[in-house]
């Protein structure tokens, strides 16, 4: 499944909360894949903040598939900060990481299912799962050591934050490493 873009540039950051958490983050452009994780600004601000520069009338996503909304691009292109709606029954592929990246729920469920890697058959095989609620975060590291695959199973709209280590024109392909599964 692919996901789509509404938007042709970047949402206006206006929010207090994301500004604050974009500015931190040009002021880690050094080290940016260890910063994220720690910081407060996207680890601790209240997820309902974190969402306000997404226009409600966005916020009910699209029927072809899970959307995306670029908030903010580092001009350096050290980073990508980027809204996701999901629809009840939209998922992401099964992926590993191009990049370092990681992601807030802000808004209702999103299921994670883990996958572990055959070197041996070059295939994914599901290993585990869990359940993420709004506030929870995850990072991932580049490869094969994180795969994945997210997708709302619940029965309301889900949106999440995702902050990726590319720049903005890099979204569409240098973030998600696709496998082949069991
Ligand atoms: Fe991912």
């Known amino acids: 499944m692919t996901s789509s873009y509404a938007h042709a540039h970047p949402l206006p950051t206006q929010s207090p909360a994301l500004r604050t958490l974009c500015d931190a983050m040009l002021g880690a452009r050094g080290d940016p894949a260890a910063a994220f994780t720690a910081l407060p600004a996207f680890r601790l601000a209240d997820p309902a903040a974190l969402l306000a520069d997404l226009p409600q009338a966005l916020r009910a996503g699209r029927a072809e598939s899970y959307t995306r909304h670029v ?17 009840p029954g939209q998922h992401s592929p099964v992926h590993g990481h191009r990049t370092w990246c990681g992601y807030r729920v802000l808004q209702g469920d999103l ?5 572990g890697w055959d070197e041996a058959s070059e295939t994914a095989a599901v290993c585990g799962g869990k ?11 580049p490869g094969l050591g994180h795969i994945h695959r997210l997708g709302n199973e619940s029965d309301e709209v889900c949106i999440s934050l995702h902050m990726y280590g590319v720049p ?3 979204i569409a392909t240098g973030v998600n490493l696709l496998v082949t599964v069991a």
């Not at 908030?71 to 990508?80: K, R």
């Not at 299921?111 to 996958?115: F, V």
Request: aromatic letters at 14%; proline letters at 3%; glycine letters at 6%.
């Open 71 to 87: 908030i903010f691009s580092d001009p350096q292109g050290a980073f990508t900060l980027v809204y996701l709606i999901w629809r």
């Open 111 to 115: 299921t994670e299912t883990h996958y």
């Open 131 to 141: 359940v993420r609620r709004a506030g929870d975060h995850i990072a991932a590291s």
């Open 168 to 170: 903005r024109e890099a």
